[in-house]
Nanobody, 120 residues
Framework: QVQLVESGGGLVQAGGSLRLSCAAS????????MSWYRQAPGKQRELVAR???????NYADFVKGRFTIARDNAKNTVYLNMNSLKPEDTAVYYC??????????????WGQGTQVTVSS
């Protein structure tokens, strides 16, 4: 069993910053890509940023230059540093990780989600 536990969401004013964390635990042989998604009310879940185990990163255009994704492989943790937040960044943010277990099977796991609210 694998768990992803997120933390760091909250309420912030426009222009402010937040840092999200997501720690993976359980039966983990290796972690491949780790990602952050978000879902606003009435909208589909969308990819925000992704970091691969070799360090390469991808960002959605709407966060480039404002958000930074990073991971600590020793802690099986991924972070999302969010700066210059806008009201349109308001959403539930979900952590996703592609994890290989000791049976050498890869599975995508999701965190429970953390609410980020940006007031204008």
């Amino acid at each position: 069993q694998v768990q992803l536990v997120e933390s760091g969401g909250g309420l912030v004013q426009a222009g402010g910053s937040l840092r999200l964390s997501c720690a993976a635990s359980g039966s983990i042989f290796s972690i491949n890509a780790m990602s952050w998604y978000r879902q606003a009310p009435g909208k589909q879940r969308e990819l925000v940023a992704r970091v691969f185990n070799v360090g390469m990163t991808n960002y959605a255009d709407f966060v480039k230059g404002r958000f930074t994704i990073a991971r600590d492989n020793a802690k099986n943790t991924v972070y999302l540093n969010m700066n210059s937040l806008k009201p349109e960044d308001t959403a539930v943010y979900y952590c996703n990780a592609d994890i290989t277990g000791y049976d050498y099977r890869s599975t995508a796991y999701w965190g429970q989600g953390t609410q980020v609210t940006v007031s204008s």
